[in-house]
């Protein structure tokens, strides 16, 4: 199971992250440059005219939305904003979470400035935790000392045994191990929490990364190993040439056991039970006793192995590999995924590699954005509770569900209406719809983190211990009751998801603004933006991966034959459509990798127009600004995608990132709706003109 999002992950990022896949938004000493302060905003800078919802100054009125509608509406946009120098990219969701970041600045910094606050107080932990990553004057003096402990740890392993017991350790600190654990619903049983035991341990990020054969790649590979060996010297550590070649064959090693990314967003493939007890099947020579007691693990029966087939490679690599290489691997986990903590120097150098070689970024975040990051990460809810209370009017969340409720009925009358879907299916999936679980703003029950412990001066201490809190809250859920409060983004996260085990959909109180959603706008452009985003949210619940969960979260097959050979013949042709996308020369998007985020926007557009529809009841939607109020909806739809990327960046992203550009998110789904191409009159030699016959139609 995983969690669907509207978007990749933007901003407020952990400031260390595993070492596995890394944020280009490390801690910086660094200023914010003055091409940052200049950057055109999308919400904050274009004027909003006549009340009709659309940012008119980004419009270039030179593009015909009929060849391109993404350029129509945003055209002026691209071409005066340039992508601040400590972003990789930069568009609506980045603008909306500068404001944000700006916004828990205000809330943060007043904890940090009081003096005498209570220790344990939710208080004290904010300000302490900003201000040790803002005081790089102590870091600097620490220089690598802090991980000088765990260096020794690993020093003193002394046989395989020990060494799975570590691995343990390590997974539950947070740094990169071979296999990652973590608890959730049970996807056959969701009334129960299990474990899940899934591939990881890699540098960069992900396996294509160590065998695509094209020069880019193997740039980076050179330059991985450049870094290794440079962040040996820079901690102290010896014989970094050596070291980087024995981390470089085995991280390939396990890299080369990996499931490719469109087997593991599988999620009938990735579902594979195994008892405790015969897993020694599955992997022989591995202490199995040893690794779950280091987790802390005490009774359980079962869990999910995600890649059984992995699992039983790496059981050989375990066992091939000596003990000394698999301390070296260890020692630059430890390293690489502390780095962003540590002194300048190495936050410096860790950077060049993960910001500037992978995403094309050419500075850091200044320091105050990294600290924001940081409470944002450990203390997100603490800092979210008053957010809300700033920043979320009650009236929105109303607004909202009505808005829900609408797009709910819109899908019901579409899945009746279906000519491709039998009675039996269509009366599973309406049950499915029916169950559908709204969560709007913020949760009604707000964490509780007095069991962390946050302490003055201490950065990387601070991180172990929440680290540590976050595994513990995780293993503990086992035995326990389903909590359905939960939330799994913080309220002033830009962004959305589908949980598909909890049947439920999600939207943080930070979207809930323009040009996403505006209480005081003209309803076209609210339904396509957020009721675009709530259509798409709904639709991962049918998406090719959503569509094997029935309305309780249950992984199970409710499809006919009949019904699922039809669906795939319609996901197929978008596959293909996507396929053809070449955002840089020679760079194309993968139409399978990104199905399930291209069938939740194009359900997501259809089942909002058709919502917007309805919510006139019969009445004609006025003329504004010269638009109609069909032409409105698909201009709200694009103008919420406007982005701009580096070309490093791109190309991480088609790797990695399971959605479309953002050009193809606008322009890809209208050309598919004849809704668009009555309202801007598209015609046959029309660049998003597409014939009938060769248009997808799913929900």
């Not at 509406?73 to 071409?79: A, F, Q, R």
């Not at 390939?252 to 593991?264: F, L, Q």
């Not at 009925?409 to 579409?414: H, K, V």
């Not at 399978?592 to 997501?604: A, K, Q, R, V, Y």
């Amino acid at each position: 199971m995983k969690i669907k999002l509207l978007a990749a992950s933007i901003s407020l990022a952990i400031v260390a992250g595993c070492g596995q896949q890394k944020d280009d938004n490390q801690p910086t000493q660094q200023a914010e440059s003055e091409k940052q302060k200049s950057a055109t905003t999308v919400s904050a800078t274009s004027e909003q005219k006549a009340n009709s919802g659309l940012f008119l100054d980004n419009f270039d009125k030179s593009v015909r939305p009929q060849d391109d509608l993404y350029r129509f509406v945003s055209g002026t946009w691209l071409k005066n904003t340039e992508i601040p120098s400590d972003r990789s990219n930069y568009g609506t969701f980045t603008a909306l979470a500068d404001q944000a970041q700006k916004d828990l600045r205000a809330i943060i910094e007043e904890s940090a400035a009081a003096e005498n606050l209570e220790k344990g107080s939710n208080e004290q932990k904010v300000g302490d935790l900003y201000n040790s990553v803002l005081d790089t004057e102590t870091l600097n003096k620490l220089g690598v000392a802090p991980l000088t402990p765990y260096f020794e740890e690993i020093a003193g392993i002394s046989n395989k045994d020990e060494l799975l017991a570590y691995l343990a350790t390590v997974s539950k600190r947070g740094s990169s191990a071979p296999m990652g654990i973590y608890v959730n619903n049970d996807a056959k049983d969701p009334t129960q929490y299990i474990m899940y035991l899934s591939q990881s341990g890699l540098g960069l990020p992900n396996k294509e990364y160590y065998f695509d054969e094209g020069e880019n790649f193997q740039t980076i590979r050179d330059e991985y190993l450049k870094h290794i060996e440079k962040m040996y010297q820079l901690a102290g550590l010896e014989d970094g040439a050596a070291a980087a070649k024995n981390i470089m064959a085995l991280e390939t090693a396990i890299a080369n056991a990996h499931w490719n990314k469109e087997d593991n967003r599988n999620s009938v493939k990735t579902y594979n039970k195994h008892s405790l007890e015969k897993m020694s099947e599955l992997a022989p020579d591995v202490n199995w006793s040893a690794y779950f007691e280091g987790m802390g693990v005490n009774g359980e029966k079962e869990l999910i192995v995600r890649q059984p087939t992995y699992i039983s490679v790496l059981n050989d690599i375990i066992k091939d590999t000596s003990l000394d290489h698999w301390k070296t691997y260890l020692n630059w986990h430890l390293l690489t995924g502390n780095a962003g903590l540590m002194n300048k120097e190495l936050d410096e150098e860790n950077f060049a590699f993960y910001g500037k070689t992978l995403s094309g970024t050419p500075e850091q975040l200044p320091r105050w954005k990294q600290g924001v990051s940081a409470v944002n990460s450990l203390l997100g809810e603490v800092v979210g509770k008053v957010y809300v209370s700033k920043h979320f009017k009650p009236e929105a969340k109303q607004q909202m569900m009505a808005l829900v409720e609408n797009l709910r009925e819109a899908y019901r009358q579409s899945i009746i209406k279906l000519d491709w879907m039998g009675e039996d299916t269509k009366k599973e999936a309406l049950d499915k719809l029916s169950k559908f679980r709204p969560k709007i703003g913020y949760p009604d029950k707000w964490k509780d983190y007095s069991d962390l412990t946050i302490e003055p001066g201490k950065l990387l201490e601070n991180y172990m211990a929440a680290r540590a809190f976050n595994f513990d809250k995780q293993r503990d859920k086992l035995g326990k009751p389903i909590d359905r409060d939960e939330w799994f983004m913080t309220p002033q996260t830009v962004n959305a998801y589908y949980n598909p085990v909890m049947n439920e959909i999600v939207f943080p109180a930070a979207i809930l603004q323009p040009p996403f959603f505006d209480m005081n706008a003209d309803p076209a452009v609210n339904y396509g933006g957020i009721g675009a985003v709530i259509g798409h949210e709904m639709g991962h619940g049918f998406d090719d991966q959503g569509s094997t969960y029935d309305g309780d979260g249950v992984l199970r097959d409710w499809w006919t034959a009949q019904d699922k050979e039809e669906f795939k013949q319609r996901t197929q042709k978008l596959v293909k459509q996507y396929d053809k996308f070449e955002p840089l020369e020679d760079v194309h998007v993968n139409g399978e990798f990104t199905l399930g985020e291209n069938i939740g926007d194009l359900g997501g557009l259809t089942i909002a127009y058709k919502a917007y529809q309805l919510s006139k009841d019969g009445n004609e939607a006025p003329v504004l600004d010269g638009f109609t109020g069909d032409q409105r909806f698909f201009i709200g739809w694009a103008q919420v995608w406007a982005r701009k990327y580096r070309d490093a960046e791109m190309k991480r992203r088609i790797k990695v990132d399971p959605h479309s550009p953002s050009e193809y998110r606008a322009n890809g789904v209208v050309k598919n709706m004849p809704e668009f191409v009555e309202a801007f009159d598209v015609k046959p030699g029309d660049a998003l003109y597409l014939a009938p016959e060769k248009r997808v139609k799913i929900w």
